[in-house]
């Protein structure tokens, strides 16, 4: 495209002088990142521009594929190249030019590699602080010496509990897990954890070598033969005779026959757990969690540390129990300590019940070793040192403390704990734990990029988060914000919207300026959600509600900060939960209510994908939740729970083959008269089989270069060109296309090359109307936001045929959707209703709540302040509650006038 074509399009204006409080402008020149063509842009320094447009429009290519990228590369020219092995780089944009451009900092909506001993405290750096507090200033028991910081960190040695090493948790396996059903025999795999295949048959046959009974029901073989098969630690090597009866086997034995081979025995629980450490395949791990039992670390009680470190408290609690404490809790007992107060005068009352419980087990102690009841305890009492170096390190170490938890309780993050595992946390909350990491790192004259901060945030919460981002703003610093909020978009000080469309129908600048500016530009599709019309708050749904055919109700709920909830779901509806960040509405909707409804239908809830990498360590504690279903299940036959899962780990997982279509794709290729010829089957058109993928990269379409002090290189590879496929596979063509130009084509060019074929487009038509038109059908699983892949799973249920009486749950679906897509969502949502489903949303977006048949909100507060049904009813309801965070911004998007 050239630069007049570009200026046709583009109807940005004029880079305007610069204001007094910008120190003038990034100027970009030729971006052509993914499907940027040939932009140039001028944007203010130390502002805060916020690029949006429809999801897939180019708005991160140009973000984050650009400006961030390009910053990064310039920074990594200065540092030496061996230190440059060590870092994750992202290759050079392609651009021609940007001047301007400050060092950048990205803060990007990523969970990175889940990990058990990854928290809130060390995400923050708040938990180093917190021990340095309790090493230098808590209160020692006599004669304890000194301990260091690195003693009160559960993933030091020094520190760690030496049974749980440093996990809180313990993991065995029990009869009962490894033999679910004690009813079938050895020989008909009662012993269910005991691995399938051969490697499981040739332990049973070890067991009839070694003159077990593998015929007998599990339940009535001796107890003293089911531990020693279950338990042992021994390992037996044995002669094995496959395929022979008992009674051949021992015939043979007698006679001395030469054996199959020499078979060498493991117990059932020392595999699982020896599997479990040391297996490096994810899905063998996950397979032998499932027989695994975790319970709290009976030594520590769950605090991950030995009991030298949990002897020493601050304020009467040691470093376990505080970390333990919600953020907001936590500042209130660190408050009166910045302030000089000496915090051991509300130690000394904790103490003294401390001291009582510390005697009364020193004395059973004692009676149990054979001792007499009477003589002096040992003095367990804390003795707190009153050294003005003491209150004057508290002080300090509290203000330092107080300043920053302040900022994450501002940013709506209080109901946190230190000790809360990142991996339970939300991509926003994690975004927004390392913005508040910057807030205090006072960096000056650095660009942030951030994307969508305000994702997983309710209204409430926004405002604070826009303060944060004015105060770096006000600190010398630049913001270039990826944003779908329209509130973010109109505080923006530079707006810039990336289309007017998605995929290649997107990739120009619409509309460079400030916000007010946008009105004109006819465009943009923000536009219009950006304006004051009434029509445009909605998001295009009829507000003609529907009424129940009946009711879900439950009772007694109890799971995280619920407790003992009741509530109620109508059926054959729209549903929107709603409530502020960690008032319980996930715990309710996510968690409580699927596992639920799964197990009053006999099955699990919605398994992770085979696929799925998670760290089974994460899975503790009592994943059942209390509470039962009262009414309403006979009106439901299936559960759809619809995440924001990755459809896939590896480049081979992709749009195509997720959805089912390519399965069709390759029957059309196979019946072609040239396929025939060749005796192809529809395996030969998959890249995964190795008859038709390319034989040097193997179906991936490209090699990996390794370059030694610089990032590694992705090329296409040299034999298929990008294709995937051999030239053999490559010669039969279906409409004068190969496999190849299928699997690049987009959504909306194959929904023209393959009208007609009822079975494709019927996958085809869901995806373009859900959205995902710009997406090309090979496009791998890793190039996929959250939400797009959540609406290709979304769109993957939807092409079924509708039976109605399914239950759909989706955990905020609007995450990372522009207004304009969000409307195409909910058209969708409201198309399965009408179909006789019922379909229950936990959301942020008060334009999605607005136009819902029932509308929950959960509150009124966060964690412990939260997990209560606020108010039930129909949305114009709801938003004349009082004492509900969401009405304010219910009556807003309602257009209602404030409640009296």
Same mark, same amino acid.
């Given at each position: 495209?050239?630069?007049?074509?570009?200026?046709?399009?583009?109807?940005?204006?004029?880079?305007?002088?610069?204001?007094?409080?910008?120190?003038?402008?990034?100027?970009?020149?030729? &971006?052509?990142?993914?499907?940027?063509?040939?932009?140039?842009?001028?944007?203010?320094? =130390?502002?805060?521009?916020?690029?949006?447009?429809?999801?897939?429009?180019?708005?991160?290519?140009?973000?984050?594929?650009?400006?961030?990228?390009?910053?990064?590369?310039?920074?990594?020219?200065?540092?030496?190249?061996?230190?440059?092995?060590?870092?994750?780089?992202? #290759?050079?944009?392609?651009?021609?030019?940007?001047?301007?451009?400050?060092?950048?900092?990205?803060?990007?909506?990523?969970?990175?590699?889940? =990990?058990?001993?990854?928290?809130?405290?060390?995400?923050?750096?708040?938990?180093?602080?917190?021990?340095?507090?309790?090493?230098?200033?808590?209160?020692?028991?006599?004669?304890?010496?000194?301990?260091?910081?690195?003693?009160?960190?559960?993933?030091?040695?020094?520190?760690?509990?030496?049974?749980?090493?440093?996990?809180?948790?313990?993991?065995?396996?029990?009869?009962?897990?490894?033999?679910?059903?004690?009813?079938?025999?050895?020989?008909?795999?009662?012993?269910?954890?005991?691995?399938?295949?051969?490697?499981?048959?040739?332990?049973?046959?070890?067991?009839?070598?070694?003159?077990?009974?593998?015929?007998?029901?599990?339940?009535?073989?001796?107890?003293?033969?089911?531990?020693?098969?279950?338990?042992?630690?021994?390992?037996?090597?044995?002669?094995?005779?496959?395929?022979?009866?008992?009674?051949?086997?021992?015939?043979?034995?007698?006679?001395?026959?030469?054996?199959?081979?020499?078979?060498?025995?493991?117990?059932?629980?020392?595999?699982?757990?020896?599997?479990?450490?040391?297996?490096?395949?994810?899905?063998?791990?996950?397979?032998?969690?499932?027989?695994?039992?975790?319970?709290?670390?009976?030594?520590? =009680?769950? @605090?991950?540390?030995?009991?030298?470190?949990?002897?020493?408290?601050?304020?009467?609690?040691?470093?376990?129990?505080?970390?333990?404490?919600?953020?907001?809790?936590?500042?209130?007992?660190?408050?009166?300590?910045?302030?000089?107060?000496?915090?051991?005068?509300?130690?000394?009352?904790?103490?003294?019940?401390?001291?009582?419980?510390?005697?009364?087990?020193?004395?059973?102690?004692?009676?149990?070793?054979?001792?007499?009841?009477?003589?002096?305890?040992?003095?367990?009492?804390?003795?707190?040192?009153?050294?003005?170096?003491?209150?004057?390190?508290?002080?300090?170490?509290?203000?330092?403390?107080?300043?920053?938890?302040?900022?994450?309780?501002?940013?709506?993050?209080?109901?946190?704990?230190?000790?809360?595992?990142?991996?339970?946390?939300?991509?926003?909350?994690?975004?927004?734990?390392?913005?508040?990491?910057?807030?205090?790192?006072?960096?000056?004259?650095?660009?942030?990029?951030?994307?969508?901060?305000?994702?997983?945030?309710?209204?409430?919460?926004?405002?604070?988060?826009?303060?944060?981002?004015?105060?770096? @703003?006000?600190?010398?610093?630049?913001?270039?914000?990826?944003?779908?909020?329209?509130?973010?978009?109109?505080?923006?000080?530079?707006?810039?919207?990336?289309?007017?469309?998605?995929?290649?129908?997107?990739?120009?600048?619409?509309?460079?300026?400030?916000?007010?500016?946008?009105?004109?530009?006819?465009?943009?599709?923000?536009?219009?959600?950006?304006?004051?019309?009434?029509?445009?708050?909605?998001?295009?749904?009829?507000?003609?509600?529907?009424?129940?055919?009946?009711?879900?109700?439950?009772? #007694?709920?109890?799971?995280?900060?619920?407790?003992?909830?009741?509530?109620?779901?109508?059926?054959?509806?729209?549903?929107?939960?709603?409530?502020?960040?960690?008032?319980?509405?996930?715990?309710?909707?996510?968690?409580?209510?699927?596992?639920?409804?799964?197990?009053?239908?006999?099955?699990?809830?919605?398994?992770?994908?085979?696929?799925?990498?998670?760290?089974?360590?994460?899975?503790?504690?009592?994943?059942?939740?209390?509470?039962?279903?009262?009414?309403?299940?006979?009106?439901?036959?299936?559960?759809?729970?619809?995440?924001?899962?990755?459809?896939?780990?590896?480049?081979?997982? =992709?749009?195509?083959?997720?959805?089912?279509?390519?399965?069709?794709?390759?029957?059309?290729?196979?019946?072609?008269?040239?396929?025939?010829?060749?005796?192809?089957?529809?395996?030969?058109?998959?890249?995964?089989?190795?008859?038709?993928?390319?034989?040097?990269?193997?179906?991936?379409?490209?090699?990996?270069?390794?370059?030694?002090?610089?990032?590694?290189?992705?090329?296409?590879?040299?034999?298929?060109?990008?294709?995937?496929?051999?030239?053999?596979?490559?010669?039969?063509?279906?409409?004068?296309?190969?496999?190849?130009?299928?699997?690049?084509?987009?959504?909306?060019?194959?929904?023209?090359?393959?009208?007609?074929?009822?079975?494709?487009?019927?996958?085809?038509?869901?995806?373009?109307?859900?959205?995902?038109?710009?997406?090309?059908?090979?496009?791998?699983?890793?190039?996929?936001?959250?939400?797009?892949?959540?609406?290709?799973?979304?769109? $993957?249920?939807?092409?079924?045929?509708?039976?109605?009486?399914?239950?759909?749950?989706?955990?905020?679906?609007?995450?990372?959707?522009?207004?304009?897509?969000?409307?195409?969502?909910?058209?969708?949502?409201?198309?399965?209703?009408?179909?006789?489903? $019922?379909?229950?949303?936990?959301?942020?977006?008060?334009?999605?709540? &607005?136009?819902?048949?029932?509308?929950?909100?959960?509150?009124?507060?966060? #964690?412990?302040?939260?997990?209560?049904?606020?108010?039930?009813?129909?949305?114009?309801?709801?938003?004349?509650?009082?004492?509900?965070?969401?009405?304010?911004?219910?009556?807003?998007?309602?257009?209602?006038?404030?409640?009296?």
């Amino acid at each position: 495209m050239t630069k007049s074509q570009a200026s046709s399009v583009t109807e940005s204006r004029p880079a305007p002088e610069t204001p007094p409080e910008w120190s003038g402008f990034v100027r970009v020149r030729g &971006a052509r990142e993914h499907n940027l063509k040939s932009v140039d842009l001028d944007v203010p320094r =130390n502002a805060l521009v916020v690029f949006t447009g429809v999801s897939g429009s180019g708005k991160s290519s140009l973000a984050f594929g650009t400006l961030y990228a390009e910053a990064q590369r310039r920074y990594f020219e200065s540092v030496a190249p061996y230190a440059r092995r060590l870092i994750e780089q992202v #290759g050079a944009p392609d651009v021609d030019a940007i001047e301007g451009l400050p060092p950048a900092v990205a803060l990007q909506q990523q969970r990175g590699a889940p =990990n058990a001993r990854s928290s809130v405290g060390s995400v923050t750096t708040l938990s180093s602080v917190v021990r340095m507090m309790y090493s230098r200033v808590g209160s020692y028991p006599p004669k304890q010496p000194m301990l260091y910081a690195e003693d009160f960190s559960p993933n030091t040695v020094q520190g760690a509990c030496t049974t749980c090493h440093g996990l809180g948790r313990v993991y065995d396996a029990t009869e009962r897990s490894m033999v679910p059903d004690d009813s079938l025999t050895i020989r008909e795999r009662a012993i269910a954890a005991w691995p399938p295949a051969w490697h499981g048959q040739n332990l049973r046959d070890i067991l009839v070598t070694l003159g077990y009974d593998v015929d007998t029901p599990w339940r009535d073989l001796p107890r003293q033969d089911r531990d020693w098969i279950l338990f042992t630690d021994e390992q037996p090597t044995v002669p094995v005779y496959a395929g022979f009866t008992p009674k051949e086997t021992r015939a043979a034995l007698k006679r001395k026959t030469e054996p199959s081979y020499q078979g060498t025995f493991s117990g059932a629980r020392r595999y699982v757990l020896h599997t479990f450490a040391s297996t490096q395949s994810a899905l063998m791990k996950k397979r032998v969690s499932k027989y695994m039992i975790s319970s709290v670390c009976p030594t520590c =009680n769950g @605090k991950r540390l030995k009991p030298e470190a949990l002897s020493v408290t601050f304020a009467g609690l040691d470093i376990g129990e505080l970390s333990q404490l919600p953020l907001a809790r936590l500042a209130s007992l660190l408050e009166p300590v910045s302030r000089g107060d000496w915090p051991f005068e509300q130690a000394k009352k904790v103490g003294a019940a401390l001291d009582r419980e510390a005697r009364r087990a020193a004395m059973k102690r004692r009676v149990a070793a054979g001792g007499a009841r009477h003589g002096s305890a040992p003095d367990m009492r804390r003795t707190p040192n009153l050294s003005e170096e003491k209150r004057v390190a508290a002080q300090r170490l509290a203000i330092e403390l107080l300043d920053r938890i302040k900022t994450l309780i501002d940013l709506g993050l209080g109901y946190l704990s230190l000790d809360r595992a990142t991996p339970t946390l939300s991509s926003g909350e994690l975004q927004r734990l390392r913005l508040a990491t910057q807030l205090s790192s006072q960096l000056f004259g650095v660009v942030y990029v951030l994307d969508e901060p305000s994702a997983g945030l309710h209204p409430a919460d926004g405002d604070a988060l826009l303060e944060a981002l004015q105060r770096l @703003k006000a600190a010398g610093n630049s913001l270039f914000v990826v944003e779908h909020d329209l509130g973010v978009m109109r505080q923006a000080d530079w707006l810039v919207d990336v289309g007017p469309n998605a995929g290649e129908a997107g990739g120009e600048v619409v509309y460079s300026g400030p916000p007010d500016g946008l009105s004109q530009v006819t465009s943009s599709h923000t536009r219009r959600y950006l304006s004051s019309d009434d029509d445009a708050r909605q998001t295009g749904t009829a507000l003609q509600r529907r009424e129940p055919r009946c009711w879900l109700r439950l009772q #007694g709920v109890t799971r995280n900060n619920l407790h003992q909830l009741d509530a109620a779901f109508p059926l054959g509806c729209l549903s929107v939960v709603t409530g502020i960040s960690g008032s319980g509405k996930s715990s309710l909707v996510s968690q409580a209510l699927p596992d639920l409804v799964a197990g009053y239908l006999g099955r699990d809830a919605d398994a992770p994908d085979e696929e799925e990498e998670a760290d089974p360590l994460l899975a503790t504690g009592n994943a059942t939740p209390e509470g039962r279903i009262v009414d309403g299940m006979e009106r439901i036959r299936r559960l759809v729970r619809v995440d924001q899962r990755p459809i896939g780990r590896t480049p081979r997982s =992709n749009l195509a083959t997720y959805s089912g279509m390519f399965d069709h794709v390759r029957k059309l290729f196979a019946q072609t008269p040239a396929a025939r010829k060749c005796r192809y089957s529809a395996g030969r058109f998959s890249f995964n089989v190795a008859q038709g993928r390319c034989p040097t990269c193997e179906g991936e379409g490209f090699v990996m270069v390794e370059l030694l002090f610089l990032p590694s290189v992705y090329a296409a590879c040299s034999t298929c060109h990008g294709s995937r496929y051999n030239p053999q596979t490559l010669k039969i063509r279906w409409r004068e296309r190969t496999i190849a130009d299928v699997l690049a084509m987009t959504v909306d060019r194959a929904c023209e090359f393959f009208a007609g074929e009822a079975q494709i487009m019927r996958s085809l038509d869901v995806l373009r109307a859900i959205g995902l038109g710009y997406l090309r059908l090979g496009q791998p699983a890793t190039e996929l936001s959250g939400g797009e892949a959540q609406r290709i799973k979304l769109a $993957t249920e939807l092409q079924r045929a509708q039976r109605g009486d399914t239950l759909y749950i989706l955990d905020e679906p609007t995450t990372g959707l522009h207004p304009a897509d969000t409307d195409r969502l909910m058209k969708q949502l409201n198309g399965l209703v009408d179909a006789g489903n $019922t379909v229950i949303l936990v959301e942020h977006d008060m334009r999605v709540a &607005a136009g819902c048949d029932w509308l929950i909100d959960v509150g009124p507060g966060a #964690g412990e302040d939260g997990g209560r049904i606020v108010a039930a009813g129909v949305p114009e309801m709801v938003a004349r509650q009082q004492r509900s965070r969401t009405a304010r911004y219910l009556r807003e998007a309602l257009a209602l006038k404030d409640a009296p």
